[in-house]
Structure formats: C-alpha cells, structure tokens
C-alpha cells in the first residue's frame, strides 16, 4: 500500500457537468473509487465494490501528489475552519465511526481497540464519543502505547509472546474487565 490515500486538497480545477465544487474549494478525499456497475455498487453497498480503484494500491501511487483527479461525489468540501492536515483525516475518521456503530457501543461500555496507529486512536476517540467508559488500546509498539495513554487510552496492554488466551486473562485482570470487554 503506498502512502497518501488519508488526504485533502485543494480542487484547481473542475469539469463542465461539476456543479458541487469550485475552484479553490478545500475537500476531503475519498480513497475509493467503485465502478457503479457491479451488484455491490448497484445495490447501495460501493465500498463493497469488487472493481475498486484504490488511490493507494497499483496502477496507482496515491494522493501525496501535485494533482490528483477524483469525480465529485467522492470529495467532501471542508468548512474554511477545518485545515487540509485535519480535513486528511475525515475518511479514517468514517471508518471509525463505522466501527463504533457497529460494535453498538453505548455509555458506560468498556471498549478494547487493536491497533494504536492513526486508525486505532481514532477508534478511541470515536468510542470516548460514543460515551465508553473504559477504553483500552492494545499494541506491540510501547511508543505506540505510550502516545495512547497520554491523549485519548484510559490503559494500554502490549501482548507478550504467549498464547492468546493467556494474553487475554492478562489483559483483562490488568484493566479489571474479569468478565471481558462489551466491544471489542
């Protein structure tokens, strides 16, 4: 996968039968272009498309480009007050929020995320939102964990090199969740 397919920018230039963007006009980026022809697409579900052009896999070397050409309805104008380095992480940040709608998570749950990179915090973020009460990131990277703890991780649990369930008892007797987290 190749870096640059979380990005914004700036549209310079727009085609006849665009009637939703301007020049100049700040947007987020969708990664994910569908086909609109297969059943997936057809029935409502494009991020299920089987013929996806992906701005991050070949032919194509991602967004972190001088120009990047996108149809209209996959770019989301940005209010002026949100800057292109935040407006980059609008799509992960669907993803998050996709993910906590599907986990059901409600106040008061404890939420356990895999993964402390960019998508994995965002997914804190996003349960803390949803109003999870204990939010616990897990890790094999301690920088990884260490930057969790202190912005949005109520703990952090780095996996030692043991089966998964002794890994699992471990977590859940450090973090006080003995019967097991609501979402995981």
Known sequence: MVLGHESSGIVSKVGSKVTTLKVGDQVAMEPG????????CKSGKYHLCIN???????????TLARYYRLPEDFCYKLPESIPLKEGALIEPLGVAVHVAKQGNI???????VFGAGPVGLLCCAVAKAFGASKVIVSDIQQSRLDFAKKYIADGTFQPARVSAEENANRLKEEHDILAGADVV
């Open 52 to 62: 996806m052009a992906f701005a991050a896999t070949p032919p194509y070397d991602g």
């Open 106 to 112: 409600a106040p008061g749950n404890s939420v356990v």
């Open 33 to 40: 272009v569908p086909c609109r022809r297969c059943e997936p």
